[in-house]
């Protein structure tokens, strides 16, 4: 019996769920296969409050959110000297600027073995031999958006 591998939802994805954006079936699906499955790392916090903070006016509304994702649906992992470590290891081997928080991200999902689930260009230059991704589709909102 083989089993899904492990994912980690960078930012990205979590907010492309949460907008009902394209892609957000595929974060569901992780969604739906339970804490066991999904996890998010303890620096999306942070950078997921703030992207909230654009849309969501109201800070019990958006620590609801936050609750909501880091531990109903998800399992938070922390950052440690050994997803430091692998951080650096990525933004050495990524073909593109790899910002800090982003780095934190990967860095934990490398330590863990587990697959980046993103929507992130940045994180998108990272080799995929290196760390194993999902990347989502893009979202290119209309005039309208």
Avoid: W
């Amino acid at each position: 019996m083989s089993t899904r591998p492990k994912v980690l939802l960078d930012t990205s994805a979590i907010l492309t769920h949460l907008l009902d954006e394209p892609g957000a079936d595929a974060v569901q699906q992780h969604l739906s296969a339970g804490p066991d499955h999904a996890h998010i790392a303890a620096p999306t916090l942070a950078e997921l409050e703030r992207r909230l903070a654009d849309f969501v006016r109201d800070d019990a509304e958006r620590d609801n959110i936050l609750d909501q994702y880091c531990r109903t649906l998800c399992t938070l992992v922390g950052v440690d000297r050994a997803s430091v470590e692998a951080s650096i290891h990525l933004r050495r081997k990524s073909r593109n600027r790899l910002p800090l928080v982003d780095a934190l991200i990967a860095g934990c999902a490398l330590r863990d073995g587990m697959v980046l689930v993103h929507r992130d260009e940045h994180l998108a230059g990272i080799p995929s031999k290196i760390l194993a991704q999902e990347r989502l589709p893009e979202h290119n909102p209309g005039p309208e958006s």
